[in-house]
């Protein structure tokens, strides 16, 4: 009190002591305003220091869509994926933002059962152990579990408090931004058993993959030299040799067999060899020009070329095999996916459960994708800063897909409870 007495005398006179207390109750008021504005968070779990305001962006590299495809950028050449804490004021704004409608929801109450499928996932794992690693600290299973369990909690009052987002989550945004791309459940014509006009095999996962390595299982020693052959694995057979090779991009798709019956398929493994895009393997070979390489031109040039086709396929060493699904557009977790909601990620980056806030100029019926999503799937060439939205299944969102190709705003949500928990 001294102290601020001292700044009001002047020239041998002193402040009346009414005046003086007016003065130390505005000035105790702005001192505490000042902290706030500041509002500093934590930054990356066990690296120290304070938060900052949203950082310039710029975009990452990736591969194409999937009917031109190519490779995906070595993880370095990227440059290193960093996660920096916004402040307090900057993730009230992000939050203000969210649209559950741009995700083709009612309400953020309606994530109610994806988030449960996280949270099953997330409860399993060693709760201790951790999650995510990252240079100057990491995140627990546990840490991701409480996450869950406290979005569960504010869940049902988001719409009305869409700021308890920012209240209860520090929310990390991740550089550079990744490249977002879509897929989707293609439904493919299929017969049970190898029959007239249906030629072409799905198979499931050898069993000695992994002790043989990918070159055994090559795509030109399985669909050209029969090396899986008569050994039981066909899970069906389908109409057009690009169907196999259309779901092997897409990690998975519903069958439809001639009894009217429809059953989901989903990635089961890999041989790990790269990969190439069907449409780029076209192009490079003449045997179709750019702008005939939209999905319904490439399956019709393979159906009125199939041995051509499977011999130009062979370009493309990689291969994946399937597994039959209880549901359709199910994913890494075994539960469903949800539209413009789960996202296949690489589980070093992001892992399995992680609760994700993503911005992205995508258009849809209410304006960009802006909205929660949660990682929930993986994928043989989800690698680094990319990132897959699943997009349902059906023509609406197959012509989705053909167009999204994008840098996205991405931050990852982790409860404010749980950090101080670990600080602790």
Known sequence: MG??????VTAGSSVPPQLFRLFLLLSCMLLLSACGAMDYVPSWPGSGGGGRPASMRRPAQGRQT??????PAPREALGPAVFSALRGQEAERMAQRLSPASQSLESFADLNTALRHSLEHAARMPQRQP???RPGGSLSWGQFRQTLEELLTVLPRLDAEPALLSERFVWYELTPQPLLTGYYAPEMEASPVRAAGYEYPLYAPPADLKRTGGQAYERRRV????????RGLELAWLSNPADPFLLQTEGGGVLRFPDGSRRGVHFAATNGLDFKGLGAILLERGALPKERLA???IRQWCAENPKRAQELMADNPSYVFFRFTSAVGEGSLGKPLTPLVSLATDPSLLPLGAVLALDVPVPTAYGSLRGLALAQDTGADIRGLRL???????ERAERMESGLRAPASL???VSKSALRAKAN
């Open 3 to 8: 102290v601020f007495h001292r700044l009001f």
């Open 295 to 297: 999905r319904e031109s």
């Open 131 to 133: 999650a995510l690693v």
């Open 388 to 394: 897959d939205l699943f997009l349902g299944s059906g």
């Open 223 to 230: 669909d050209i030299d029969g090396a899986l052959a008569g």
């Open 66 to 71: 999937p009917a031109v495809a190519t490779a």
């Open 411 to 413: 931050y990852l949500l």
